[in-house]
C-alpha cells in the first residue's frame, strides 16, 4: 500500500482480555518497528523485525506482549491479559532496511489507540 | 538507558519567530538523524534528517545542524506558523543494524 496501515484504529478492551493490533508495512519495507505512546510520554520502543526475524525484542514491556510477523510483511502485537498500564497508541512503523541512505526513514502509521477498561 | 534526549518538553514562540528545537545523544555510534513531527491523534511524519558526514541540511523553512563533538543536534523553523505546533522527535540510528532511538519530544506552540 501507499502508506502503513494499522489496524483497529481504535480498540476499547476489558481489563485481562487479550487484544491483536495489526500492522501492514509498505510495500518492499523489510524493516517494521512497534512502538508506544501513553499519555504525556514519549516514543517508547517495543520491538523491531529485520524480514521474519526481531534482533531486538528488548523494549517488549513483560511476558505479555509478543509479536510476529509473517512472510515479510505483515505484523501482529499481541497483548495477553491486558492491564490499565497498557492503554496507548501503538505506532507502527517501516523502512527499506539495510544500510545505505535509502533504508534510513521510516514511516510510522497513524496508530492504534488501545483503551483498557 | 536514554541514548536520545530532548530536555526541553514544551517550547513556545511567536509567530514569524525562530523556533530552535534540541536534542542531545550519547552513543557516538550513530550515524544519522531525523526529526520527526506529530500531531495529535496522528502517527509521526519525517521532515527532514541529516547524515553524519555533514554539519548543515536545509530544506525550506526547516535546518537541521549537527554537532557531532557535542553530539548535538538543533532544528531551526523558521519563520515559525501557527501550524507548525505540534510535538516534534528526534531520532538516531547506528552505523549497524536498523534500529531508530527517538527522544522524548518537545512540545512545539507558535503563538498568532
Known amino acids: 500500500g501507499a502508506g502503513v496501515s494499522q489496524s483497529p484504529s481504535n480498540k476499547v478492551t476489558e481489563k485481562g482480555k487479550d487484544v491483536e493490533l495489526r500492522c501492514d508495512p509498505i510495500?518492499?519495507?523489510?524493516?517494521l518497528y512497534w512502538y508506544r505512546q501513553s499519555l504525556g510520554q514519549g516514543l517508547e520502543f517495543l520491538i523491531y523485525?529485520?524480514?521474519?526475524?526481531?534482533?531486538?525484542k528488548s523494549g517488549l514491556p513483560s511476558d505479555r506482549f509478543s509479536a510476529e510477523r509473517t512472510g515479510g510483511s505483515v505484523s501482529t502485537l499481541t497483548i495477553q491479559r491486558t492491564q490499565q498500564e497498557d492503554s496507548a497508541v501503538y505506532l507502527c512503523?517501516?523502512?527499506?532496511?539495510?544500510?545505505?541512505?535509502?533504508?534510513?526513514?521510516?514511516?510510522f502509521g497513524e496508530g492504534s489507540w488501545l483503551t483498557v477498561v | 538507558d536514554q541514548q536520545v534526549k530532548q530536555n526541553s518538553p514544551s517550547l513556545s514562540v511567536q509567530e514569524g519567530r525562530i523556533s530552535i528545537l534540541n536534542c542531545d545523544y550519547t552513543?557516538?555510534?550513530?550515524?544519522?538523524f531525523l526529526w520527526y513531527k506529530k500531531y495529535p491523534a496522528e502517527g509521526p511524519t519525517f521532515l527532514i534528517s541529516?547524515?553524519?558526514?555533514?554539519d548543515k541540511n536545509e530544506d525550506g523553512r526547516f535546518t537541521v545542524f549537527l554537532n557531532k563533538s557535542a553530539k548535538h543536534l538543533s532544528l531551526h523553523i523558521v519563520p515559525s506558523q501557527p501550524g507548525d505546533s505540534a510535538v516534534y522527535f528526534c531520532?538516531?540510528?547506528?552505523?549497524?543494524?536498523?534500529?531508530?532511538?527517538f527522544g522524548t519530544g518537545t512540545s512545539l506552540t507558535v503563538i498568532p
Open positions: 512503523a517501516s523502512s527499506l532496511g539495510g544500510q545505505g541512505i535509502h533504508g534510513n526513514t521510516i514511516y
Open positions: 510495500s518492499g519495507h523489510t524493516a
Open positions: 523485525f529485520q524480514g521474519n526475524s526481531a534482533p531486538d
Open positions: 552513543n557516538s555510534m550513530f550515524d544519522y
Open positions: 541529516i547524515s553524519s558526514i555533514k
Open positions: 531520532a538516531a540510528r547506528p552505523n549497524t543494524g536498523n534500529q531508530f532511538y
